[in-house]
C-alpha cells in the first residue's frame, strides 16, 4: 500500500514564505508532485518532478515555487516564496508512474492534504 503523507502546510502574511514535506512509501512510482485544490474549485497541479529530476511547473508559479525530490528517502518538498492569497489552498501530494499533464488522473496516489492560508 503506497502512502503519501504531506506536512508544512500553516497560515503566512502575503509575501511569505512555506515549505511542504511529502513523506512517500516504497513503490510510489517514478513522478510525484504537488496539486491543490481551494475551496468551490478544482484540483489543479502546481508542480512536478521525476526521478530523473526533470521538472514543470504551473504558468502560475512564476518562479516562485520550488519543487525538490530526494530519491534516497523519498521525499518530497516544495518551497513556496513569496506566496499571495491567491495561493491559499489544500495541498496534495501525489505520485504516478506517468508524467503529469497536470490532469489529476495522470496520478495514481494521493496524500490527504495540508492547508495553506495566506493572508493580505
Known amino acids: 500500500q503506497v502512502r503519501l503523507v504531506e506536512s508544512g502546510g500553516g497560515s503566512v502574511e502575503s509575501g511569505g514564505s512555506l515549505r511542504l514535506s511529502c513523506a512517500a512509501s516504497?513503490?510510489?512510482?517514478?513522478?510525484m508532485a504537488w496539486y491543490r485544490q481551494a475551496p468551490g474549485q478544482e484540483r489543479e497541479g502546481v508542480a512536478a518532478?521525476?526521478?530523473?529530476?526533470?521538472?514543470s511547473y504551473a504558468g502560475f508559479v512564476q518562479g516562485r515555487f520550488t519543487i525538490s525530490l530526494n530519491n534516497a528517502t523519498n521525499t518530497l518538498d516544495l518551497q513556496m516564496n513569496d506566496l499571495k492569497p491567491e495561493d491559499t489552498a489544500m495541498y496534495y501530494c501525489a505520485a504516478g508512474v506517468t508524467w503529469p499533464s497536470f490532469n489529476p488522473r495522470d496520478m495514481d496516489y494521493w496524500g490527504k492534504g495540508t492547508l495553506v492560508t495566506i493572508s493580505s
Open positions: 516504497a513503490g510510489s512510482g517514478n513522478c
Open positions: 518532478i521525476d526521478s530523473t529530476g526533470r521538472r
